[in-house]
């Protein structure tokens, strides 16, 4: 008989929605100096509800009934009709349908508005979202990042020995205070294809590099660290990698790059956040289980390059090449004489494989 008293108690208190003879009655008990918990038993509704229908509706600190049943619905109003901001200006609707195609996220383009592009009239990331699935963006939908995630099978892994430990990495690498910090990791094809991409993410700028591999063999990986650090063209002061068994020759591959290499502890891919969604990124484009040996040179360098010019929140709605190119250093290194290495990069490694 108690519970059922009890279920009866909870189903007699009203919805959060206040009707105006429920803010009259607010508006009286509150100059009888009521408290919130009182007035709230008093309309059979949550503590945390008439708080915020006081501290929301209140004029100059003051609550009166008719003001602020005037407030709210004006609020529902704007709230249903937030999305047409959108379609009748001109100039915001032609912005926010370029950059969405451009793989921009509705939080990535309400960021820029606000903090970059002054000009353009600022909108909210919500009403962007409600936008797309309005009939005037439908279109525009297959655009958007979507998120999900599966569980993979754990899988025992072969013993690399003498590994380093993120546990020992320098407490500064975590805080992104220096450029030249990155994370690699392995975006591998489905059961019946071959192939992999070989992905680095330097940490403080989120700029990404992407290369296109036969397969993971140890001699495949070093040549490509030859090419990309061994030669000078990047700095890599440390390199923060996976317990893949193909990283085992990892002396090797430090004395290669020049700098240090550490691993995450098993079945911890979270520690290298970084790297880990950067391919949630690229799967976006290139889809789990396909054959990523049919996917083209160029698809691999479109992707890299929508990557590094797409704003991130992390970086205050800057994108990569953007905070590359605040140093006249690293622009020049990178930014104008390391991309124009990189189709011979490709014709290289191809030669190289075919051997």
């Not at 206040?18 to 709230?40: K, P």
């Not at 047409?84 to 926010?96: A, F, H, N, S």
């Not at 002061?237 to 068994?245: A, E, R, S």
């Amino acid at each position: 008989m108690k519970n059922i008293n009890k279920n009866e108690k909870k189903s007699t208190k009203k919805p959060s929605h206040f009707t105006y003879d429920d803010r009259v009655i607010i508006e009286l008990l509150l100059s009888e100096r009521w408290s919130y918990s009182n007035i709230a038993k008093k309309l059979k509704k949550a503590k945390s509800s008439v708080s915020d229908e006081i501290k929301l509706n209140s004029v100059k600190g003051i609550y009166t009934a008719k003001k602020a049943h005037a407030k709210s619905r004006q609020r529902r109003w704007r709230a249903k009709w937030q999305v047409m901001k959108i379609p009748i200006d001109r100039l915001l609707r032609d912005y926010v349908e370029e950059k969405i195609k451009r793989f921009w996220s509705p939080e990535d383009i309400s960021g820029r508005i606000k903090f970059i592009d002054k000009d353009i009239p600022y909108v909210a990331t919500d009403t962007i979202y409600k936008y797309v699935k309005s009939i005037y963006g439908r279109n525009l939908v297959d655009y958007l990042w979507y998120k999900g995630k599966k569980r993979r099978p754990i899988v025992i892994r072969s013993d690399i020995k003498n590994r380093t430990f993120i546990d020992k990495r320098p407490k500064s690498i975590g805080k992104r205070r220096n450029f030249w910090d990155w994370e690699a990791d392995f975006i591998v094809s489905g059961k019946h294809g071959k192939g992999a991409l070989l992905v680095f993410v330097e940490r403080k700028s989120r700029y990404v590099l992407m290369f296109k591999l036969a397969d993971r063999k140890v001699e495949t990986i070093n040549f490509v660290l030859k090419l990309v650090f061994g030669s000078g063209q990047l700095l890599c002061k440390t390199l923060t990698i996976d317990n893949d068994i193909c990283f085992r020759h990892h002396k090797q591959m430090s004395r290669i790059i020049g700098g240090m290499i550490f691993f995450c502890h098993p079945y911890h891919s979270w520690e290298k956040g970084t790297v880990e969604k950067m391919n949630q990124m690229i799967r976006r484009f290139i889809k789990k289980g396909c054959n990523i040996d049919k996917v083209s040179e160029r698809k691999v360098r479109w992707v890299q390059n929508i990557l590094n010019n797409k704003p991130y929140k992390c970086l205050g709605f800057f994108t990569p090449n953007e905070v590359l190119s605040r140093s006249r250093k690293l622009k020049t290194f990178v930014l104008e004489n390391f991309n124009k290495k990189i189709p011979s990069i490709s014709k290289y490694f191809n030669a190289k494989c075919s051997v």
